[in-house]
């Protein structure tokens, strides 16, 4: 699997430039605008599934393992019994880096909690 984190999206009346795709308005601006996401992505190569989790927060570690323990949750028990460990694909970014302590501790949590083996894969290494 892979995860990764993207820029952070504004909310609101706002899109390229104030012009959209249909009949739709937009604000010339996004000036004043408070509601910003950061959407974080995790892809199961070995099913295709694509899973989005959108976070209010900062870009973290937190909010990475977070998204991680709510896709092993929505699991079927079934798949989980049946993966004998994690292999994540991640980006080596400043906030899933190998160095970065809490998202090893969290890591670690996470591994323990669903009792299997995790295997980070950085790229580039």
Same mark, same amino acid.
């Given at each position: ?24 308005? #937009? ?5 004043? *605008?408070?509601? !910003?996401?950061?959407? /974080? ?5 070995? @099913?295709? %599934? ?28 079934? #798949? ?5 460990? *994690?292999?994540? !694909?991640?980006?080596? /970014? ?5 160095? @970065?302590? %809490? ?23």
């Amino acid at each position: 699997m892979s995860i990764d984190c993207k820029a952070t999206v504004a909310l609101g009346a706002v899109s390229r430039g104030g012009r959209t795709r249909g009949d739709y308005q #937009a604000c010339d601006h996004d000036l004043g *605008l408070k509601e !910003k996401y950061i959407p /974080g992505g995790i892809v199961e190569e070995d @099913r295709g %599934q694509l899973h989005i989790t959108f976070g209010s927060s900062s870009k973290t570690s937190d909010f990475i393992v977070d998204a991680l323990e709510a896709w092993w949750a929505a699991l079927e028990e079934t #798949a989980q019994v049946a993966m004998a460990r *994690l292999q994540i !694909k991640m980006d080596n /970014g400043p906030e899933s880096s190998g160095i @970065r302590t %809490q998202f090893l501790h969290r890591m670690v949590q996470f591994a323990d909690q669903i009792g299997k083996p995790s295997h980070l894969l950085y790229y580039p290494p």
